[in-house]
C-alpha cells in the first residue's frame, strides 16, 4: 500500500470479510480512516481466476473519468505470494446488493416505483458499458471481437453440457435459428459476462 502511494501509512490495517460474492471474495480494507475494498479469487485459486483479476482491474482503470458507474482503482497486485492470488484495490462503495440482503432498506423495501427505478439504473449502467470506445481506452487485444457472434452459440451450448440435466425442447431450433441469423454487421463493444443485480451495488 505504501508503494502506491495509498494515505495511512504506519496505521494498522485492519480486513474485514464482506459477504457474497460466489466466485470471488471482497474484503473491507481499513488503514486509520482510510478505506478500500480488496477482491482476490477464493483460497482455491481456479484455474485462469488470477489472469481474471488482472482484466478487470484493466478494465476499471479504463472507465476512469467515464460516466459508467464503477469504483476507481487504487492498486493491483499480481504476484501470489503476498496473499496467495492476485488482487487489487479500489475504492470502497457505501451501498448495498441487493439479493445480498433478506430485506431492501426503504424506499424500496416497500416503494414498488422505486424498486422499478433500480431496474432502469441497471439498464442504464450496461448501456452506458457499451458505448464505451473501448480502442481509445487502452483496451486493444482484450478480447476477440472478430467471429464474436460465430462462436456463441457452440460456446453456450458447451456451458450448458456442463449443468445439464434435463432435455430443454426446442434448444437445438433455437440454436440452429440464432447460427443462421448472425448479425452482418456489427459494432464491437464492452459487455459484462454476468450483469444481474448479484452483481451491482
Not at 96 to 109: A, L
Not at 116 to 126: H, K, N, P, R, Y
Not at 183 to 200: E, L, T
Amino acid at each position: 500500500m505504501d508503494a502506491e502511494g495509498l494515505p495511512g501509512s504506519g496505521e494498522e490495517i485492519q480486513a474485514t470479510f464482506i459477504t457474497g460474492g460466489a466466485s470471488n471474495e471482497l474484503f473491507e480494507i481499513q488503514r486509520g480512516e482510510h478505506h478500500w475494498a480488496l477482491r482476490r479469487p477464493p483460497r482455491m485459486v481456479p484455474e485462469g481466476r488470477n489472469e481474471t483479476m488482472l482484466r478487470e482491474y484493466r478494465i476499471l482503470k479504463a472507465l476512469a473519468d467515464s460516466n459508467v458507474p464503477h469504483p476507481a482503482v487504487r492498486a493491483v497486485c499480481a504476484e501470489p505470494s503476498v496473499l496467495g492470488a492476485t488482487f487489487y484495490l479500489m475504492d470502497f462503495v457505501d451501498g448495498w446488493s441487493p439479493i445480498g440482503e433478506p430485506h431492501w432498506p426503504e424506499p424500496f423495501g416497500s416503494d414498488l416505483v422505486a424498486r422499478q427505478g433500480l431496474a432502469f439504473e441497471l439498464v442504464d449502467a450496461i448501456a452506458r458499458l457499451s458505448r464505451v470506445d473501448w480502442r481509445a481506452r487502452g483496451l486493444e487485444g482484450l478480447g476477440r471481437p472478430d467471429g464474436f457472434h460465430d462462436r456463441q452459440v457452440d460456446r453456450w451450448y458447451a456451458h450448458l453440457r456442463r449443468f445439464e440435466f434435463r432435455e430443454i425442447p426446442g434448444l437445438n431450433d433455437a440454436g440452429d435459428w440464432l447460427r443462421g441469423h448472425r448479425p452482418r454487421n456489427y459494432q464491437p463493444g464492452i459487455m459484462h459476462g454476468d450483469y444481474q443485480f448479484a452483481n451491482v451495488m
